[in-house]
T-cell receptor, first 114, second 115 residues
Framework: AQSVTQLGSHVSVSEGALVLLRCNYS??????LFWYVQYPNQGLQLLLK??????LVKGINGFEAEFKKSETSFHLTKPSAHMSDAAEYFC????????????FGSGTRLSIRP | ETGVTQTPRHLVMGMTNKKSLKCEQH?????MYWYKQSAKKPLELMFV???????ENNSVPSRFSPECPNSSHLFLHLHTLQPEDSALYLC??????????????FGPGTRLTVT
């Protein structure tokens, strides 16, 4: 069984500050991990994914995430927040077989203060 | 058209109406999904089609009826809906038999309001 927990349903940071969105996963098999972003009135867009190559994964828009097996974490970071980063962010986990579903977390809403 | 498209983008319907949502993917994928996204609730997987066969139905009420005529198109037929069915309905696609990962690509969604 797999699950994802996103700590904090709402995170607010100042423009230019570090963004840190937390995600912990539970999986009985080696997982694939994903971060998606959703802007208002739009669908989900893939930011980055971990598929067992490098543990530090770089994505679009300056975001990156690090897979830490010992901590079962896959936190999303960005060194300097922009106003355009305001959105809902979803962490997700899946197994590695074609029958695996993607399990999504409940989401974290990121607000950027001017 | 590129990616995953959904029509209509907005739909208002009465509880006695019948309507359909359409999804089309232009990515050459072989799996398609319907999700329901309600305010303050996690994303709910409704249906999964892989190679045009329904492989998952997550206890969705029968007033929602999916149809997948080919690998590029997915429909969600709606009838006698309830106000609590108002939500954003998202379609997604993926390459179900890929070796490396199974990320899903999402459409923009249909915002459904049931009155």
């Amino acid at each position: 069984a797999q699950s994802v927990t996103q700590l904090g349903s709402h995170v607010s940071v100042s423009e230019g500050a570090l963004v840190l969105l937390r995600c912990n996963y539970s999986s009985s098999v080696p997982p694939y991990l994903f971060w998606y972003v959703q802007y208002p009135n739009q669908g989900l867009q893939l930011l980055l994914k971990y598929t067992s190559a490098a543990t530090l994964v770089k994505g679009i828009n300056g975001f990156e995430a690090e897979f830490k097996k010992s901590e079962t974490s896959f936190h999303l970071t960005k060194p300097s927040a922009h106003m355009s980063d305001a959105a809902e962010y979803f962490c997700a986990v899946s197994g590695r077989s074609s029958a695996s579903k993607i399990i999504f977390g409940s989401g974290t809403r990121l607000s950027i203060r001017p | 058209e590129t990616g995953v498209t959904q029509t209509p983008r907005h739909l208002v319907m009465g509880m006695t109406n019948k309507k359909s949502l359409k999804c089309e993917q232009h990515l050459g994928h072989n799996a398609m999904y319907w999700y329901k996204q309600s305010a303050k609730k996690p994303l709910e997987l409704m249906f999964v089609y892989s190679l045009e066969e329904r492989v998952e139905n997550n206890s969705v009420p029968s007033r929602f009826s999916p149809e997948c005529p080919n690998s590029s198109h997915l429909f969600l037929h709606l009838h006698t809906l309830q106000p609590e069915d108002s939500a954003l309905y998202l379609c997604a696609s993926s390459q179900a038999l890929a070796e490396n990962s199974y990320e899903q690509y999402f459409g923009p969604g249909t915002r459904l309001t049931v009155t």
